[in-house]
């Protein structure tokens, strides 16, 4: 197998709040494996912007440090982090006043692709904005890019969309949903439409039901101050696992084109049920195993923040009326895992007398770690003594399937970026459908909140809270079991 990477143009991108923790962590080391891979090209040039007054060569050895912490050691050589800290420097700026401003255009290259990476509050985009355009930096082929969280409820969504369309139109505006960017998410599409094998059976008439899981061990990583005011619905479900319900969901887009898949994706978000309080399991971690509990991680010693939920979400049209889609994710949790879960429903009719236990195929695509499938067959049970069935895995690691190139495999930030820089927003959220998102998880949150539900304790370490599991069993279903 050949890897193929294509260079993309050469850009100016700009990261304001190029001093901060998503800078250092994910986009700098991204940036920086883009140009080994030879997909950023030597004429292409970043600028941090922050309000720190740096020089260029204290940015420059603060990105060293980033890239010696975050890209692993074999990845790291010495003469190409020299050549991409050359094409990398900075502009102390002031998103609310005017320093800065005109050494920054100073730097803008005519005719070359101009990113802006907004990686700073969500308060601080319409002051960008609206300065990018005042100093003449932006022109009508610029691109920005925002961060999660956009918005934390509908009424924030909507007023951030309409505070960018001030100043950009929506084919400049690429809305980060890093989940998107993961290899494995997309393969979701791979799977369901470069097959023949599975669509046809891509209904309520032969799927019982569908589960998506994502399982944390990490706690809220000193981070208890936002987490508290957002909890696992709005931090993960209203966009993580929305957009991976969304790609199992969805009708097949006419063609693999930004607008074409996203209008699809908007068909399953406007199809969602509002959520009974009976679909929803709420849970807070414990102090164990000599850690916090969530309280002491937070400010709040009375908070009602969930760090774990779980919803059964039905989808109101024709292809899933009927089969409900249930959805799980928390923090401090057994295992690091997240995988959808796609379980058929046994077949009408068995010529086998004697079937003993399951009897239905499932087809798994874990997400991370240890990406891949694996499809669960029945078949004979091997040996003599009459017919008796078992279920058995056809499991594939993706690693073993790519061999050499499964590391060459950007991680979401670094694809991402590259999409930004190639102008495909076919991996980003568009406003009308973060808008939709909020529509749906707003009515749920209002009622709990409305109620006063508290969430339900559970062990660090365990799988949730036991009411979890009543979610399912009550429709005689249950949760796989997840493994790291
Ligand atoms: C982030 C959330 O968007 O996604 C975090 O804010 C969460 O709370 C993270 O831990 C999970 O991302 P990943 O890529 O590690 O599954």
Known sequence: MVSRVIPVDAFDLVIFGGTGDLARRKIFPGLYRRYLAGQM????RIIGAARAELTDIAFREMIAAAIDEFVPKERIDAATVAGFLERISYVPIDAKGDSGWAPLRAKMRPSIVRAFYFSVAPSLFGDLAERLHAHDIADKSSRIVVEKPFGRDLASAKALNSTLADHFREDQIYRIDHYLGKE????????????????????????????????ETVDVEGRGAYYDKSGAMRDMVQNHMMQLLCLIAMEPPYHFDPNAVRDE??????ALETVPSENIVR???LAGGGDGSYLEHSENPASKTESYIALKVNIANWRWKGTPFYLRTGKKLRARASEIAITFKAPPHSIFDDVQGARENVLVIR???????????????????GMRLMQVPLDMAFADALGEHSEDIPDAYERLIMDVIRGNQTLFMRGDEVEAAWAWADPVISGWEARGDKPQGYDPGSSGPEDALMLMHRDGRRWREIKG
């Open 265 to 270: 994706k908007l068909k399953v978000i406007r």
């Open 184 to 215: 494995t998410v997309q393969n979701l599409m791979a799977v369901r439409f470069a097959n023949i094998l599975f669509e046809p059976l891509w209904k309520s008439e032969y799927i019982d039901h569908v589960q998506i899981t994502v399982s």
């Open 41 to 44: 090209t030597a004429e292409s």
């Open 283 to 285: 849970g807070q971690y």
């Open 367 to 385: 997400l991370q770690p240890n990406e891949g499938m694996n499809l669960i067959v029945m078949i004979k049970e091997p040996g003599p003594g």
